[in-house]
């Protein structure tokens, strides 16, 4: 499965992006999908998840501000973000995985990332 994010830019705060995430092959529509961001210097984390079904999981630092969605007949997945901050910034890679109860198991499919840039 390959993966490309796309969408990324430079925003200024309190500005807005979206990101899409498109995937190939005919199982996207059958796996969750988690949206993460690197900054420069810091680990990956895991920011939105969004599951087969469409249940979405958000952590509580983009919670309100970002909304994560799918549309399985185009293999996109979408990241929505609102009320930028200039901690935003970072890479935003989408990953294919799978939900198992409420936890998000990463699977070995990446985007190959899309910078954000939020300047305050």
């Known amino acids: 499965v390959q993966l490309q994010a796309s969408g990324g830019g430079l925003v200024q705060a309190g500005g807005s992006l979206r990101l899409s995430c498109t995937g190939s092959g005919s199982t996207f529509s059958s796996h969750a999908i988690g949206w993460y961001r690197q900054a420069p210097g810091e680990q990956r984390e895991l920011i939105a998840t969004?599951?087969?079904?469409?249940?979405?999981d958000y952590k509580g630092f983009v919670k309100g501000r970002f909304t994560i969605s799918r549309d399985n007949a185009k293999n996109t997945a979408f990241l929505q973000m609102n009320s930028l901050k200039p901690e935003d910034t970072a890479v935003y890679y989408c990953?294919?995985?799978?939900?198992?109860?409420?936890?998000?198991?990463?699977?070995?499919?990446w985007g190959q990332g899309t910078q954000v840039t939020v300047s305050s």
């Open positions: 969004i599951s087969s079904s469409g249940s979405t």
């Open positions: 990953n294919q995985g799978e939900m198992i109860g409420s936890y998000y198991y990463k699977g070995n499919s």
